[in-house]
């Protein structure tokens, strides 16, 4: 598997995919914020599929947590059950098929949870890791910032959804661009990120002067 470049973050749909995790129905009355990331891990899967960037979708123990939510329009993509606590090893045979990958698409739930060990287990495997901000929350806003903080220290690039499409079509003259523009024309809706990062957070401030 190519090594990535992780000075930069830079992100190409060639070698990259997205993955989807664990936006089920049980979650839609505990997880923070719930409509509006899964509103933005929508735009983020209809940009892939105009890319053709691969997309993955896993669920959190189904016959309890219920399917995917309807709303991400995931139609077409099978999940892949899983138990553990990070998508990599229900992915590990997709992961294997990709030998030009080197930047991980990271949407869903829970931030410090399936999302904190699944960017972990990537970053093992020496890939580049993007964190859709937008598109992942917790119960906890506190787990959910402190996880934040916890990927960026392990050297997770932490991007908002319009921030990483802009990085995959590159040019207005991309043959998709206006297609990509009716997606991303309208405000993401508010997922209370605003008051994770206002002011001078110390989670988020560098380590080092």
Same mark, same amino acid.
């Given at each position: 598997?190519?090594?990535?470049?992780?000075?930069?973050?830079?992100?190409?749909?060639?070698?990259?995919?997205?993955?989807?995790?664990?936006?089920?129905?049980?979650?839609?009355?505990?997880?923070? =914020?719930?409509?509006?990331?899964?509103?933005?891990?929508?735009?983020?899967?209809?940009?892939?599929?105009?890319?053709?960037?691969?997309?993955?979708?896993?669920?959190? =123990?189904?016959?309890?947590?219920?399917?995917?939510?309807?709303?991400?329009?995931?139609?077409?993509?099978?999940?892949?059950?899983?138990?553990?606590?990070?998508?990599?090893?229900?992915?590990?045979?997709?992961?294997?098929?990709?030998?030009?990958?080197?930047?991980?698409?990271?949407?869903?739930?829970?931030?410090?949870?399936?999302?904190?060990?699944?960017?972990?287990?990537?970053?093992?495997?020496?890939?580049?890791?993007?964190?859709?901000?937008?598109?992942?929350?917790?119960?906890?806003?506190?787990?959910?910032?402190?996880?934040?903080?916890?990927?960026?220290?392990?050297?997770?690039?932490?991007?908002?959804?319009?921030?990483?499409?802009?990085?995959?079509?590159?040019?207005?003259?991309?043959?998709?661009?206006?297609?990509?523009?009716?997606?991303?024309?309208?405000?993401?809706?508010?997922?209370?990120?605003?008051?994770?990062?206002?002011?001078?957070?110390?989670?988020?401030?560098?380590?080092?002067?």
């Amino acid at each position: 598997m190519a090594a990535a470049r992780t000075s930069l973050g830079r992100v190409h749909p060639e070698s990259s995919i997205l993955f989807l995790c664990d936006m089920q129905e049980k979650f839609r009355t505990t997880i923070s =914020y719930f409509p509006q990331i899964v509103s933005v891990a929508a735009r983020m899967l209809k940009v892939a599929r105009l890319l053709n960037v691969p997309a993955v979708l896993t669920e959190q =123990y189904p016959q309890g947590l219920g399917p995917t939510v309807p709303e991400l329009g995931a139609a077409g993509l099978k999940p892949l059950s899983k138990t553990c606590f990070s998508m990599v090893p229900a992915l590990q045979q997709e992961l294997d098929r990709l030998p030009q990958l080197q930047s991980v698409l990271l949407c869903g739930i829970e931030t410090q949870a399936c999302i904190l060990n699944t960017a972990l287990d990537l970053l093992d495997r020496g890939l580049q890791v993007h964190v859709v901000v937008d598109a992942c929350s917790s119960r906890s806003q506190v787990d959910r910032l402190v996880a934040l903080a916890r990927m960026r220290q392990s050297g997770v690039f932490l991007s908002t959804s319009e921030g990483l499409i802009l990085q995959l079509v590159r040019d207005a003259a991309h043959p998709q661009f206006k297609e990509i523009q009716k997606i991303i024309k309208d405000p993401v809706p508010d997922s209370g990120l605003l008051g994770l990062f206002q002011g001078q957070n110390p989670l988020l401030l560098n380590s080092t002067p």
